[in-house]
C-alpha cells in the first residue's frame, strides 16, 4: 500500500506558480528519491505535502486525506521533515533540539528515543551539551534527522541532506539512513540534487522538471536510462 | 559609606522594578520582534486591578495572585484579538497597534478610576530593616525579593520545562518549530501572558512608591528602556542586570552629583540609552542583530 500518495498537487509563492499537478507515491518501507535540478519544484513539493506553501490538490497520508492540515499537526500524524538548511535551533543545545523532536508527542517519555538516536548518531551523544550552532554542517545534519526520528515518524521528508557537505559526510549520512530505514521500519522520501548518490539509496525514483513529474521507475531503471545518465549523472 | 550602602539597596529596589519590566519588553521582543511601547500601561492595569481587588477587602498576597492570574489572561487575550491580526504586518504597523493600546489602556484607566493619584499599600512593614548599623527601607528589600523570585521562576521555567523550551524554540525559528509540531501562535500568546504578569508584580511593587495613577509607569517605561538597550534587547538575563545597573546609577547620581538630584533624574535613563546606541548598540550582553541580505 502507499503510504503517501499525492495526486494534482499545485503550488504557488504570490502569482508563481511553481508545482503545476503533480503526483508520485511513497511506498510503505522504502525509500523513494525525487531528482532535479535546482528550481524545479523539488523543495516546494515537500512544504506543499506539510502544508507550509498554498497548495491545491490531493494528499492522502495512510489512505486518509491531509490536504490543508496545519503544518504543526502533520508531525503528530507521522510525517517528521527534515527541512532544507537543516533548520536547527542554533541557540538551543544537541539535547534540547533533540527533545523538541519529540514534542509533537508530549507525555510519551522521550528518555528512550533519545538513547535511540544517539546510537546511530554517536557524535551527537558526545555533544549533547553544546549549542546546535557549535556543530559542523554534516553534524547539524545528522542532528536535523535525529530530531526528525525523536517524533517516531512513519514518514521522514529528507529535503536535500547533502547540501554543502563533503562527499565522505554525505555517505556516512546515507548510510545512517539505510539503516533507520531498515531497522526503525521509517519510509524515507528523500529530495536530492545529488542524483548519483540520491539513485545509489533509493528504491524508487521520479525526476522533476518544472513542477512537473516526468519520469519514474525502479532507482536501478533510471540509473540506465540514457537521459538520466547523461544530464544528472554526467557520464 | 552607611549612605552609599542604603542608596545601592534603594537603587537595586528600584532597579528590579526596571529589570522586570525591562524582561518584559525582551521576551515579546524576542519572539515577535516588536517593541510592546503599551507594557507599562498593561502593567499600570494590572495594579488598579490588584488596588480593586484589595478594597474589596482581599487580603494582600490573595488580591497579588489573584492579580497575576488576570494579568496573564489578559496578557494572553491582547495578543489574541489585537496583536495576531496584524502578526505578518510590517513593524511599523505593529509598533502603531501598540501605541493605539498604550494610549486606550491609559484612557480606560483614567476613565474608571480618575487620574488623581491613590495610594496603594505595601505588603511590607514601613519600619526600617536594621543590619549592623544600617538602616534599610522594609519595602525596598521586600520588593527587591518578590522581584528577584519571579525572577527566579521564570528562569527555572524557561530552562527547565519543555513548554519553556518550546517557547524558545518559537522565538528563534518558528518554521522548524511548526514542523516540530509546536503550535507557535500559542507559544507567543502565552509569551504576552507572561510579560504581563511580569509587568504586574512590577507595577504592585513601584505604586507604594510613585502612588496609583494612570501615568505612573510613562517614567518607569523609560528606565526600561534604558535597562534593556545596556543589557541587549537579545539578552533576557542582560535586561535585568541592566535594570539593577540602571537602577543605581540613577540613584547614585541623583544623590551624589548635585546639579542631578531628583529632578535630572529620568534625564540619566535617556542619557544612558544615547551612550550605550551610540558606543555599543547591541548591549552589553546582546548579540549584534544579522540579518541576510
Given amino acids: ?235 | 559609606m552607611d549612605i552609599l550602602l542604603q542608596q545601592i539597596v534603594s537603587g537595586l529596589a528600584t532597579g528590579g522594578i526596571y529589570g522586570s519590566v525591562a524582561l518584559a519588553l525582551v521576551m515579546i521582543y524576542q519572539a515577535t520582534d516588536v517593541v510592546n511601547y503599551a507594557q507599562g500601561e498593561m502593567a499600570m492595569f494590572s495594579t488598579y486591578l490588584a488596588w480593586t481587588l484589595l478594597n474589596a477587602g482581599l487580603p494582600y498576597w490573595v488580591a497579588f495572585g489573584a492579580t497575576l492570574v488576570i494579568s496573564f489572561v489578559g496578557g494572553l487575550l491582547i495578543e489574541r484579538i489585537v496583536i495576531r491580526p496584524v502578526e505578518g504586518a510590517p513593524v511599523l504597523t505593529i509598533v502603531i497597534v501598540c501605541i493605539g493600546l498604550l494610549v486606550i489602556l491609559n484612557s480606560i484607566a483614567g476613565w474608571i478610576y480618575s487620574y488623581i493619584q491613590k495610594p496603594f499599600p505595601s505588603p511590607f512593614p514601613s519600619r526600617p530593616i536594621q543590619i549592623g548599623n544600617i538602616y534599610f527601607g522594609a519595602h525596598d528589600l521586600g520588593a527587591l525579593g518578590v522581584t528577584l523570585v519571579v525572577l527566579a521562576g521564570l528562569y527555572v521555567f524557561f530552562r527547565f520545562t519543555t513548554l519553556g523550551l518550546a517557547m524558545r524554540a518559537a522565538a528563534q525559528n518558528p518554521v522548524s518549530s511548526r514542523l516540530c509540531g509546536i503550535r507557535v501562535g500559542w507559544m507567543l500568546a502565552i509569551g504576552w501572558g507572561l510579560a504581563a504578569l511580569v509587568g504586574a508584580v512590577a507595577g504592585m511593587m513601584v505604586a507604594p512608591v510613585v502612588f496609583l495613577d494612570p501615568n505612573m509607569m510613562a517614567g518607569i517605561l523609560i528606565y526600561a528602556f534604558a535597562s534593556a538597550t545596556l543589557g541587549g534587547f537579545t539578552s533576557p538575563g542582560g535586561a535585568v542586570l541592566g535594570g539593577l545597573i540602571v537602577g543605581v546609577i540613577e540613584n547614585l547620581a541623583g544623590t551624589y552629583v548635585h546639579f542631578i538630584g531628583t529632578e535630572l533624574k529620568l534625564t540619566v535613563a535617556l542619557a544612558l540609552i544615547l551612550v550605550v546606541l551610540l558606543v555599543r548598540p547591541s548591549g552589553l550582553f546582546g548579540r549584534a542583530a544579522i540579518h541576510r541580505v
Fill in chain 1, 1 to 235: 500500500m502507499a503510504l503517501l500518495e499525492v495526486q494534482g498537487l499545485e503550488a504557488q509563492y504570490g502569482w508563481t506558480k511553481v508545482l503545476h499537478g503533480l503526483a508520485f507515491t511513497v511506498e510503505e518501507g522504502g525509500i523513494t528519491t525525487i531528482l532535479g535540478a535546482n528550481g524545479a519544484g523539488k523543495t516546494t513539493a515537500l512544504r506543499a505535502v506539510c502544508g507550509m506553501v498554498r497548495t491545491r490538490g490531493e494528499v492522502r497520508f495512510e489512505g486518509r486525506s491531509i490536504a490543508g492540515r496545519a503544518t504543526e499537526d502533520l508531525v503528530r500524524l507521522g510525517i517528521a521533515h527534515v527541512p532544507e538548511g537543516r533548520g536547527t535551533f542554533v541557540n538551543l543545545t544537541v539535547e534540547e533540539n533533540l527533545r523538541l523532536g519529540a514534542y509533537g508527542r508530549r507525555g510519551a517519555g522521550s528518555g528512550e528515543d533519545l538513547g535511540r538516536v544517539y546510537q546511530y548518531f554517536p557524535v551527537l551523544a558526545e555533544r549533547r551539551r553544546q549549542l546546535a550552532g557549535a556543530l559542523s554542517g554534516g553534524e547539524q545534519q545528522m542532528l536535523a534527522v535525529a530530531r526528525g526520528l525523536m517524533a517516531r515518524p512513519r514518514l521522514l521528508l529528507l529535503d536535500e541532506p547533502s547540501l554543502g557537505l563533503a562527499p565522505l559526510v554525505v555517505r556516512e549520512i546515507f548510510r545512517i539512513v539505510r539503516t533507520i530505514n531498515r531497522e526503525q521500519r521509517v519510509s524515507v522520501l528523500l529530495v536530492e540534487q545529488n542524483a548519483a548518490i540520491a539513485l545509489r539509496l533509493a528504491d524508487h525514483a521520479y525526476l522533476m522538471e518544472t513542477g512537473r513529474m516526468v519520469m519514474s521507475g525502479t532507482a536501478a531503471d533510471l540509473r540506465e536510462h540514457d537521459t538520466v545518465r547523461r544530464v544528472y549523472l554526467g557520464y
